[in-house]
């Protein structure tokens, strides 16, 4: 019988192991399957134990492995590397359990098939205990970091039951391997440990009924706002229908004298003037509960103030088993999610589209003598498959180099910036296919014949290392459940370096002496301290930063990725080409983003800071920004000197700024010496890495001379420009350019080269 209980428990650890990595698929019903790999277990256990032959038991614990992971969801080589997984995971605790039991009772290993029954017995009984255990913890630290930050407190509790079921195993076979049970002393620990489980019990329960009341509470809290909303608005309603009331009677006196007079267009104008206002105070109906009708029309105004197209359709029966607050609430939350989603400042940004010549106007007035802009991949090819460019969009594009050109304006292309067409992302994965490359190429063909004479410069991506990152936002790579995310990412960065490459050779050809760049986000990582197991990180942190800039520039694969490939079993897929490709067409210019340095501790430990995208420790010798970005002015001089010294190529500063909250006065007028302060520090740090290190810097734009939406946050209202566009992060606003103080002030460094801030 106890065999039976010992295969019952043997079927546990491997549920609960599978549990670790799979969610359980129903087959049939929850319990009716949990039966039925109990029954699966105990015939195994029966086969087992009738054949008692060692390749037989191999075979069934195979089969019962594939059977238990039939009921769990996940393909085939996932649960082919955790069956396996499990495979070694029970082999190696047998082996474990055997050295153990033939140390504990001087055995040798040959000798263990002829153990006498009891041994045997308690080999097994000590076997499932620690698989147990083992897979308990296991599965206890994967279950905790999929819960809420709030539960974390809660879920621990879980460790005492299994710290318990330890130590009484522990004290149970420890007294059976010394032939000396003292029953007075296991009854006693073993009513301690139950004891000290009820507390936890009663303690777990307790943070359960917290959490519970506090979801309430929030709850009660919502509907009051919601009820107050309500009151709030009944009442405006009322005051517009008053004065509506009040004026009216002027209103129609004065139709009826210009009516008296024959002027009847003009009594018209009045006419619709007051069916303008009742249109305006009227409360739409959308359905016969007060309270209901009352959130729905609230939000409504705040859909049509915000210009989202949108159709309210709501149908309540007439008997409803919910109150009409309780109503009111599940209403509001539900558009509340639906506006927040439907609206973001990146749907209307700051239509530079159509303003463009205005802002080229400003942007000579203020003496720049080059612009950085980007081409949507997808208005020149909307699918990226076409065999022909959207004429349409080269059109708009001619248009606004034409016009920087008229000004004197030199061009700064990037050919793709974060922009991959999304028919692309949906048929191909994006750059996880080879078959993206002639795609990208096919674009760049386009651009390169029609604008090959009027521009110059080129980059070929933008902050290229940010794929490592952010995936998605960087190259459209979606990250699936069974996939490899290491080996996904380097797969799409050969792809894209590949493409690059190919890139650079055909500008040369279509574009005799144009000159195409690569671009990386840059600031050099610190080592927190001298310890040289942090030194050591910012050396790793720093290669996994140049990854992309060392073969974009050097022409192959540095030795330390060739070590991490084999390291982590990552193994590329190149054409035979590849590397000579990469070899043969290496860039003209490096060009970089730079908002900070960064910081990084071996330990892992110490606060954190904010940054671009990347994780960093916290430098405590740093001023921080609004958004906990370190401000390094001397970081960017660091920076140049490393990419100089290790490319020996010409450096282009694309893009430096300082993202703030810009407070404009009754006139719109923002003064900004916050921004000036930043950016006289960092120009100083890049005219010192010319005039005193020797560096080759060819150019420098600040992110961004104008507002525009932030890439990292998607607010209007962390700006980074020297000119203010009248736009919050509502899309509120009449979309005005108005010069910052900043703008005035670097207007005289470009006019004085740089010569005002010497003296500063």
């Known amino acids: 019988m106890m065999e039976y209980v010992w295969s019952t428990i043997d079927f546990l650890v491997m549920y609960l192991f599978a549990l670790c990595f799979f969610k359980p698929r129903r087959r049939i019903g929850k319990r009716i399957d949990f039966i039925i790999l109990i029954v699966v277990a105990v015939m195994a256990s029966f086969i087992n134990d009738y054949f008692a032959n060692s390749d037989i038991n191999l075979v069934?614990?195979?089969?019962?492995?594939?059977?238990?992971?039939?009921?769990?969801?996940?393909?085939?080589?996932?649960?082919?590397?955790?069956?396996?997984?499990?495979f070694a995971f029970i082999i190696t605790i047998e082996g474990i359990v055997a050295l153990s039991i033939g140390y504990f009772f001087h055995i040798e290993a040959s000798e263990m098939p002829k153990l006498d029954s009891d041994i045997t017995q308690f080999f097994q009984r000590f076997l499932t205990e620690l698989r147990l255990i083992l897979v308990l913890v296991l599965y206890f630290?994967?279950?905790?970091?999929?819960?809420?930050?709030?539960?974390?407190v809660q879920k621990s509790f879980l460790i005492i039951p299994i710290l318990s079921a330890v130590l009484i195993i522990y004290l149970h076979e420890a007294q059976i391997m010394r032939n000396s049970i003292d029953l007075i002393f296991s009854w006693i620990v073993t009513i301690i440990v139950i004891v000290i489980n009820i507390i936890t019990y009663i303690l777990f329960r307790k943070q359960e009924q917290y959490h519970i009341a506090e979801g309430e509470m929030k709850n009660q809290l919502k509907e009051y706002e919601y009820q107050k909303l309500h009151y709030e608005q009944v009442e405006q309603h009322q005051q517009e229908i008053r004065k509506i009331r009040h004026d009216m009677k002027n209103q129609i006196a004065g139709i009826y004298g210009y009516l008296e007079k024959g002027e009847i267009e003009e009594g018209k104008r009045e006419v619709c003037s007051i069916l303008n206002q009742l249109e305006k105070a009227e409360q739409k109906l959308f359905t016969a509960n007060a309270v209901v009708n009352?959130?729905?029309?609230?939000?409504?105004?705040?859909?049509?103030?915000?210009?989202?197209?949108?159709?309210?359709?709501?149908?309540?029966?007439e008997i409803l088993g919910i109150t009409g607050t309780d109503l009111g609430v599940l209403f509001g939350n539900i558009l509340d999610n639906a506006i927040e989603a439907s609206y973001f400042p990146g749907r209307k940004a700051v239509n530079g589209f159509e303003n463009y010549k205005e802002d080229i106007v400003l942007l000579k007035e203020l003496g720049c003598k080059c612009y950085r802009f980007s081409i949507s991949w997808s208005r020149i090819f909307p699918t990226g498959e076409e065999s022909q460019p959207n004429e349409n969009g080269l059109d708009h594009y001619e248009n606004v180099i034409d016009e920087l050109n008229k000004y004197g304006i030199e061009p700064i292309i990037t050919i793709c910036h974060f922009d991959i067409p999304l028919a692309l992302i949906e048929k191909y994965g994006s750059w996880k296919s080879r078959e993206v490359i002639d795609c990208y190429l096919r674009y760049c063909e386009a651009l390169f014949h029609r604008f090959g004479k009027k521009v110059r410069y080129w980059i070929t991506f933008n902050e290229i290392n940010m794929l490592m990152h952010l995936p998605f936002m960087g190259a459209g790579i979606r990250l699936e459940e069974d996939e490899n995310p290491m080996e996904v990412?380097?797969?799409?960065?050969?792809?894209?370096?590949?493409?690059?490459?190919?890139?650079?050779?055909?500008?040369?050809?279509?574009?005799?002496?144009?000159?195409?760049?690569?671009?990386?986000?840059?600031?050099?990582?610190?080592?927190?301290?001298?310890?040289?197991?942090?030194?050591?990180?910012?050396?790793e942190k720093n290669r996994e930063n140049y990854f992309f800039t060392d073969?974009?520039?050097?022409?192959?694969?540095?030795?330390?990725?060739?070590?991490?490939?084999?390291r982590e079993n990552i193994r590329l897929k190149m054409k035979e080409n590849d590397l000579e490709i990469l070899k043969e067409n290496t860039v003209d210019f490096v060009?970089?983003?730079?908002?900070?340095?960064?910081?990084?501790?071996?330990?892992?430990?110490?606060?954190?800071?904010?940054?671009?995208?990347?994780?960093?420790?916290?430098?405590?010798?740093?001023?921080?920004s609004q958004w906990g970005w370190p401000i390094d002015p001397l970081g960017l001089r660091i920076t140049l000197n490393t990419l100089y010294d290790r490319y020996q190529k010409p450096l282009f500063i694309v893009e430096n700024g300082l993202g703030a909250k810009d407070t404009p006065d009754e006139n719109g007028f923002v003064d900004d010496d916050y921004r000036i302060e930043y950016l006289s520090s960092h120009v100083k740090a890049m005219m010192d890495a010319v005039e005193k290190d020797g560096v080759?810097?060819?150019?420098?734009?600040?992110?961004?001379?104008?507002?525009?939406?932030?890439?990292?946050?998607?607010e209007m209202s962390k700006r980074y420009g020297m000119v203010y566009v009248d736009l919050d992060d509502f899309g509120k606003g009449t979309g005005k350019r108005i010069p910052k103080k900043s703008f005035y002030?670097?207007?005289?460094?470009?006019?004085?080269?740089?010569?005002?801030?010497r003296d500063v």
């Open 551 to 566: 073969i974009q520039v050097r022409g192959n694969y540095p030795s330390y990725a060739e070590k991490l490939f084999e």
């Open 591 to 624: 060009s970089l983003s730079y908002y900070n340095s960064r910081c990084v501790r071996a330990d892992g430990k110490g606060e954190a800071a904010g940054g671009n995208v990347f994780a960093s420790a916290k430098n405590p010798h740093l001023t921080n």
């Open 60 to 86: 069934v614990t195979i089969i019962f492995i594939v059977v238990v992971l039939g009921f769990f969801e996940g393909n085939w080589k996932r649960k082919l590397f955790v069956g396996s997984s499990f």
């Open 141 to 152: 630290f994967s279950r905790r970091k999929k819960n809420a930050p709030e539960r974390k």
């Open 294 to 317: 009352g959130i729905l029309n609230m939000k409504y105004v705040e859909i049509e103030a915000k210009q989202i197209e949108a159709k309210l359709d709501v149908k309540l029966p």
């Open 696 to 714: 080759d810097l060819i150019g420098y734009t600040a992110w961004g001379w104008i507002d525009l939406v932030s890439a990292t946050t998607g």
């Open 489 to 539: 990412k380097y797969q799409a960065a050969h792809h894209e370096l590949v493409a690059s490459a190919l890139a650079v050779k055909m500008a040369h050809e279509i574009c005799p002496g144009s000159q195409v760049g690569c671009m990386l986000a840059a600031g050099d990582v610190y080592p927190y301290s001298c310890d040289p197991k942090d030194v050591w990180a910012s050396v």
């Open 745 to 757: 002030w670097y207007k005289n460094v470009i006019e004085s080269n740089g010569d005002c801030l």
